[in-house]
Each structure stands twice: as structure tokens, then as C-alpha cells.
């Protein structure tokens, strides 16, 4: 690689809170890079013009992050299948002509955290049951789906929003009432939570596991805290634990190798670097 000095950034509102500068500071390090990667703070009035402007910067590109990943979408020059499948993106990757291309590495993330944790994981070792409708929930029942799953259980707060997630993605995901989610994880093999609840800040997700199999993989896209309540309550049963960390690193990852050309690891360092953020 030139010596050319590449540069990239997160495109949030707000954004203060991001974690990506410090994961993609500390590859540039690790791999001696002549680079860095920023915070672009742009109020959603003004995302035309920041994405316009990302090409006469000579920006690498940007990922991008609440509230814009839908806007950004349409924008772009070309999107990914899959990110048109998921119907937002988390990552744009300007080419040498200026073109702007679209991604949404988010799926990607979370299937890989599962099989950091465990590599003999499978998408149909059994039904999976899903807490939670937005963009998180859609990228990763699609990646699920993608990857083989034979039945996923989605339960929403709002009945509405996972019929229509259900009916859009076809005979294997099948909606329950928010009623019915202790019963739905009767004979699951994997619980993703991918709600709000048990973040910092916000209230315990209520869930009673007591029918879930011990031997079922509980995952939470949350990360703050590490250990959510959730989580403390399925490791004391004996189930296998996977919090949002490696789902947050792993989503980097591909984005990182498109600006920068190395494909980076996650080092016992970076993720230190990233729990002492929190």
C-alpha cells in the first residue's frame, strides 16, 4: 500500500457515543497505517450534503449510524444486495471514480460474534426466537434466514411491526404477542435480544427463562453494560452467554478492510480498549 493518508469517520446525530473511532484508531495503529477515522456529527437536515461531501474531501468513506442509516440508503450510487434486503445501511465505501456504495455490515457482525463464541454453531440447530423488530432485528433475522434457520419465533412490544417483518420474510418467521414470549422459547436453540431493554438507562428486559433448554445459545446486541441482566440470568442456568461487544467489533471489520485494505483481527487488546470507554 502508498503512503497515502486515508481517512474515514462515523456519520451520526448524535454521535459522541460511538465506539468506532477507537476500534479503527487501534487497527490503524496496530497495522502502522497512515490514517485515522473521526466523529461527523450531521443533523439530519443536513445528510445530503455531508454524504455529497464525502467524495470531495477524499474520504475512504464512512459508516453510518442512528438516525441515518435509511436516508443514507437512498443516496447512494449502488447498494448491496443485502443492505436492499435490509433496507438501510451501516457502511459507504467511496470507489475511485466517486462512486458511493453502500453496505450493511450489521448481520455479518452478529452471525461472526456467534462463532467467535461458538464455531460449531449452526442456524439450524433448532427455532431461534427473536426479541425485538427495528433495524437490528431485520438484519439479523435476514442474516439468520441467509444462513440457513428453519424457524424463527419474532416477538415484538408492538404486534403489528413483526407481522409485518414476518410477512415480509416469508414461512420462516412466524410473529407472537408480547404475551407469549416466556412459551415462545419452548425448545429454542438460540434467544437474541435485540430491544432496548437492559441497557444502560433503561429497564431490565422481563423474561422468564424457565422454558428455554439450558443448552441454548442467549445473545443481547446490547453492550453496555457487558453483562446484562438477561445474560447474568441464562449463565446461571448454565446457558452459553454472547453479549453485543463482538457483534460491535465484528460489523467493523469488513468496513475496515474496504477503507484501509487489511482485514483486521480482534486482539484481547481492542477489546480491552473498548470496556475501558465504558
Known amino acids: 500500500m502508498d503512503n497515502k493518508f486515508v481517512m474515514a469517520g462515523v456519520m451520526g446525530w448524535p454521535v459522541t457515543h460511538s465506539r468506532s473511532p477507537v476500534i479503527h484508531n487501534h487497527w490503524i495503529r496496530q497495522y502502522g497505517l497512515n490514517g485515522t477515522y473521526g466523529l461527523f456529527p450531521v443533523e439530519p437536515q443536513n445528510i ?30 449502488w447498494v448491496d444486495p443485502l443492505a436492499q434486503r435490509m433496507g438501510a445501511i451501516n457502511t459507504i ?36 426466537t427473536v426479541l425485538g423488530a427495528g433495524g437490528a432485528a431485520r438484519a439479523i433475522v435476514l442474516s439468520l434466514i441467509d444462513e440457513g434457520a428453519s424457524e424463527i419465533r ?11 417483518l414476518a410477512q415480509e420474510f416469508g ?32 429497564p431490565d428486559l422481563d423474561l422468564q427463562l ?22 447474568a440470568q441464562a449463565r446461571q442456568r448454565g446457558n452459553t452467554g454472547v453479549n453485543g461487544l463482538g ?31 465504558f
Open 171 to 202: 414461512q420462516v418467521v412466524t410473529a407472537y404477542d408480547w404475551s407469549e414470549r416466556h412459551d415462545a422459547l419452548a425448545g429454542c436453540a438460540l434467544l437474541i435480544n435485540t430491544t432496548n431493554q437492559g441497557m444502560h438507562g433503561q
Open 93 to 128: 465505501v467511496v470507489q475511485a471514480d466517486g462512486a458511493l456504495h453502500g453496505y450493511n455490515n450489521d448481520g455479518f457482525g452478529f452471525i461472526q460474534s456467534l462463532r467467535d463464541d461458538k464455531p460449531d454453531w449452526r442456524a439450524d440447530a433448532g427455532p431461534i
Open 48 to 77: 445530503d450534503d455531508a454524504i455529497r461531501g464525502l467524495k470531495a474531501l477524499g474520504l475512504a468513506g464512512c459508516n453510518i449510524t442512528i438516525p441515518h442509516k435509511v436516508e443514507a440508503m437512498k443516496r447512494m450510487d
Open 210 to 231: 424457565d422454558q428455554l433448554p439450558t443448552s441454548a445459545l442467549v445473545a443481547d446486541a446490547i453492550y453496555i453494560p457487558l453483562e446484562t441482566a438477561l445474560l
Open 154 to 164: 419474532l416477538i415484538n412490544r408492538t404486534r403489528v411491526k413483526a407481522d409485518a
Open 247 to 277: 457483534m460491535l467489533l465484528n460489523q467493523a471489520r469488513p468496513a475496515f478492510k474496504a477503507w484501509f485494505g487489511v482485514m483486521p483481527e480482534i486482539t484481547p487488546e481492542l477489546r480491552q480498549a473498548i470496556i475501558a470507554t
